[in-house]
């Protein structure tokens, strides 16, 4: 004679847990995505601190900064000959209009 066990789990718990699983996936996939007029408006940011920066003669060549904005912030990243440039871009970055913050991620590259 075999007995079964009555320790069956339920399976509400696992149901629960694929629904909270789906909602955090959810809420991962739209991190960052813009909301209307979002993604448009930090293009145009990138493309006026980017602009500024390359009339910018003490921030000429060899330099390599990059420039990304997300929902108003600016995100200056790259290499640069001097503190002083790294302390030039982050200003220049901060006068276009819409800009919330600027990140200053630049570092000084010593191979120069």
Known sequence: MRFRSSTRMPRW???VLCVLMAAVLAGCASFG??????????AKITAEVRALLAQSPSLGAPNE???QTIRGVVYLRGLVSTPLQIEEAGNIAEQV?????VQNMLTINNSY
Do not use: L, N, R
């Open 33 to 42: 995505k813009c909301g209307p007029g979002e993604c448009s408006g930090d």
């Open 65 to 67: 900064i990059s420039v």
């Open 97 to 101: 209009a819409g800009v919330t913050d």
């Open 13 to 15: 718990p696992s149901a």
